[in-house]
């Protein structure tokens, strides 16, 4: 959830701190999402992860679309999509959320809300 919205179309990824593997995910419209490591579904491996989430924002068609030239030639300028959410939840390094998956099976991280 950011700003009492469910995040959509977001990538999650369980980063591991003590040398198990990643597992990721993507959210759904309801910001819902399940998580793979080794095949679909199959969740995350026990251990202590930090919790990545990265999504761009939407990018529209300029409306002169037809008219710009073609982004092909080398001195075209591409910018990269701003960020739908903020910049610390993509990086392991500088995200708040952490969690630890217990040895005994199934486990749900409940609501992460993000914040500004």
Known sequence: MYKGQPVSEASVMLVPQEGQRAAVGKTDSQGRFVLTTLTA??????GKYKIVITKTAAVEAAADAAEMPDITKEQAIVKPAAAAIPAKYSNPNTTPLECTIPQSGQH???VLELKD
């Open 41 to 46: 579904g199959d969740g995350a491996m026990p």
């Open 108 to 110: 749900d991280l409940g």
